[in-house]
Structure formats: structure tokens, C-alpha cells
Nanobody
Framework: QVQVVESGGGLVQPGGSLRLSCVVA????????MAWYRQAPGKEREFLAR????????MYEDSVKGRFTISRDNAKNTVHLDMNRLKPDDTAVYYC???????????WGQGTQVVVSS
């Protein structure tokens, strides 16, 4: 079974930065496209960023483009989300997603909480 584990969440002040990490085990990591999503209370899960298997292409939701950066280290089966200039509206549970496009399914982590507040 594929396991996806996020870490790095916590409390940060507005304008601050945070790095989230996601370690994936149980499959050939470089084959999977990876993505980050978030879900705030009362809202649906929202796409944030995606990176292809070899790291050569990325895509971002407009609301975070220029502030968030997705990257991956295939040697360590890890994907990161670097978040800068954080806003209170960024408060949410952040989820890592492994896209098994050849299977037509995704694998999800359990999420890590990010709270942006003074």
C-alpha cells in the first residue's frame, strides 16, 4: 500500500514562511505526479500546486502562484511546498497527493495543519 505522510505544519504569523514536506513510500516515486491541496473548515478541498514526475514542470492555483513553490527530491521520495508571505486565509489542513495517473487514482496523506495568525 502506498503511504503518504505530510509534516511541517504549525502556527506562523502573517507574512511568515513555512516549508511543508511529504514523504511517500510504497511505489516508484518518480513515476507519480505529486500535488498539494488544502482544506479549510467548511470548505471543499482546494488544489494548490502540482509537479510532474521528473520535476520538469509545475502548475499552481492562481491564488498562491508567486507565494508558494512546489519541488521534489526523487532520491528521497519527498515533495515540498515552500510557502511565503502567508496570509490568515491560508489557514487550512494541507494534504499531499500522489497521482497514479496510470491507475486512474490518487493516494492521499492525512494532512498537516497550518494556522496563520498573530
Amino acid at each position: 500500500q502506498v503511504q503518504v505522510v505530510e509534516s511541517g505544519g504549525g502556527l506562523v504569523q502573517p507574512g511568515g514562511s513555512l516549508r511543508l514536506s511529504c514523504v511517500v513510500a510504497g511505489f516508484t516515486f518518480s513515476k507519480y505526479h505529486m500535488a498539494w491541496y488544502r482544506q479549510a473548515p467548511g470548505k471543499e478541498r482546494e488544489f494548490l500546486a502540482r509537479i510532474i514526475g521528473d520535476g520538469g514542470s509545475t502548475m499552481y492555483e492562481d491564488s498562491v502562484k508567486g507565494r508558494f513553490t512546489i519541488s521534489r527530491d526523487n532520491a528521497k521520495n519527498t515533495v515540498h511546498l515552500d510557502m511565503n508571505r502567508l496570509k490568515p486565509d491560508d489557514t487550512a489542513v494541507y494534504y499531499c497527493n500522489a497521482v497514479a495517473w496510470w491507475e486512474g487514482r490518487d493516494y492521499w496523506g492525512q494532512g498537516t495543519q497550518v494556522v496563520v495568525s498573530s
